[in-house]
């Protein structure tokens, strides 16, 4: 959520910002509903002033059964009736100057490079090389599939498409990568454990941005709950609505869950396999700060995630994205993309974004030194620390043998009690 009062000091910033983020705001509309809502408000302090006037004057009517005392208080009852009309006409105005808020993306940061899509995005830093193999890799689903431990045709009868069952070492190696992920998070990088919940109300979605805008990209129950698309709904908005003493900052906090997604406008897009699914589970990252930790702890945050592909000794990338590519709430966002010999290129397996206080000015959620009135917006920021699915499918096509066993990675030898996995 944007401050109207920092618009409109920087209406040529702002313009350029949504600019290079290919977005159309009409802000001569925006400017019209923030002048109309103020010009309410103005009427209605007049008419309170009114009505204390007029309101004191009947008291000091000393004939309470005479014609003066009843235009006078007539009067009164007629200003009631304005303000009453009038505060409807506010209640209106700042319901759609609010949506109309909403919508607009946050500001980027100034190193953001300008373009229009990822062929903008700016290569950052690469770790490890790519395997050279002396056989022709396979796709992670069809070495999935040929160990009997990856299952899309019976759970498209079960689920419908974009949903996998997996079995064996496969379920274990799932399970493996999360007690590696959180006991590395935790123990190495300061993050609390946290398990929140799988449903969510919608003023949680709309704080951290997912709506109104992306309503078509999550899934809503009968009753009006949401099935998180990621758990870093339930754990920003562990501060929502809440003050908190800056002395207790940063909150670091990491949670394993599964998340659901529509999957809405990627008709086409990576139809076979794990790395499109309505279904999946992820180690989510979210830290909050104030203003002054924000680029240290994001740093924190990041370098947490890249050491789960640096102990798995996955070879990565780090690509700071573009203008036209980074994410509505973001003002920020690293991607570390994981190399995957069957496609022979990178693909996403982690998206880290800063936010400043655009989720925290929509939670609600301030900071404050001990002792002080003087509240400030939080700053939030998260990343996927990883999302297990794509990172099973890393280590699968990565760490394939030539007869389709899988080398189990030396880092998750230990919580697997394996070496390889096999039919």
Avoid at 67 to 76: D, G, L, Q, W
Wanted: charged share 30%; aromatic share 8%; net charge negative.
């Amino acid at each position: 959520m944007h401050d109207i009062s920092w618009i409109k000091s920087n209406l040529e910033i702002f313009q350029t910002h949504m600019s290079n983020r290919g977005e159309s705001v009409d802000v001569k509309k925006m400017l019209e509903l923030d002048e109309s809502r103020r010009q309410i408000i103005m009427d209605l302090q007049g008419l309170q002033q009114e009505r204390n006037q007029r309101s004191k004057a009947v008291g000091q009517i000393k004939d309470k059964s005479g014609e003066e005392f009843k235009k006078a208080r007539e009067a009164v009852q007629e200003i009631n009736k304005k303000a009453d009309d009038l505060r409807e006409q506010e209640r209106d105005i700042e319901e759609k100057f609010q949506d109309f808020l909403s919508r607009i993306p946050n500001i980027l940061d100034q190193e953001v490079p300008v373009g229009k899509d990822e062929s903008s995005n700016k290569i950052i830093s690469e770790y490890g090389t790519p395997k050279e193999f002396d056989f022709e890799p396979k796709p992670h689903f069809e070495l999935g599939e040929d160990l009997g431990m990856m299952d899309f045709e019976q759970t498209a009868k079960i689920s419908g498409s974009r949903f996998v069952t997996l079995k064996g070492g496969l379920s274990s190696m799932e399970r493996a990568l999360a007690n590696f992920m959180i006991d590395t998070h935790t123990k190495k990088f300061g993050f609390q454990e946290i398990s929140p919940t799988f449903l969510v109300k919608s003023e949680a979605m709309y704080g951290t941005g997912q709506l109104p805008k992306f309503t078509e990209d999550s899934f809503e129950t009968k009753d009006g709950m949401w099935l998180i698309p990621t758990s870093e709904v339930p754990l920003t908005n562990m501060v929502a609505g809440n003050i908190i003493n800056k002395e207790d900052l940063p909150l670091r906090y990491v949670a394993y869950t599964p998340c659901f997604r529509s999957e809405a406008g990627s008709a086409g897009k990576d139809t076979r396999g794990m790395i499109r699914l309505h279904q999946f589970s992820k180690v989510e990252l979210v830290t909050i700060s104030d203003d002054e930790q924000a680029e240290e702890e994001y740093n924190n945050l990041l370098g947490a995630a890249e050491e789960i592909l640096k102990q798995l000794e996955l070879p990565y990338r780090k690509i700071l994205l573009c203008s036209g590519d980074t994410g509505f709430s973001a003002k920020k966002t690293y991607d570390l993309e994981v190399w995957l010999p069957s496609q022979k290129c990178y693909r996403e397996i982690s998206s880290c974004s800063i936010f400043g206080d655009f989720q925290a000015r929509r939670m609600k959620a301030r900071c404050r030194n001990a002792g002080e009135k003087e509240t400030k917006f939080m700053h939030t920021m998260n990343g996927s620390g990883l999302a297990i699915g794509r990172t099973i499918v890393a280590i699968l096509e990565n760490y394939q043998n030539k007869d389709g066993s899988i080398s189990v990675p030396k880092s998750l030898q230990g919580y697997m009690g394996k070496e390889f996995i096999s039919k």
